[in-house]
């Protein structure tokens, strides 16, 4: 479940997110022209203010190893 940064009402999720155009879609890749496919992104729409979230599935960050940044 996603809640709205703004105004932390529960956003609507599983939206796809598709290139006007062509309706193909996008894909998150790694770096580079001909990078490995990482997971096709999906949206999250707030029914109250209309804030968008834009977010890769669970499953599709099982290949990603978190990174602490340190400030």
Same mark, same amino acid.
């Given at each position: 479940m996603r809640i709205c940064p703004h105004c932390q009402y529960e956003m609507?999720?599983? @939206?796809?997110?598709? !290139?006007?155009?062509?309706?193909?879609?996008?894909?998150?890749?790694?770096?580079?022209? @001909?990078?490995?496919? !990482?997971?096709?992104?999906?949206?999250?729409?707030?029914p109250k203010c209309g804030e968008v979230s834009i977010y890769l599935d669970e499953s599709d960050l099982a290949g990603i190893a978190p990174q602490k940044i340190e400030y």
């Open positions: 609507s999720e599983s @939206f796809d997110i598709k !290139i006007d155009s062509s309706g193909n879609g996008l894909k998150v890749t790694k770096e580079g022209t @001909f990078g490995e496919t !990482i997971g096709m992104p999906k949206a999250a729409v707030c």
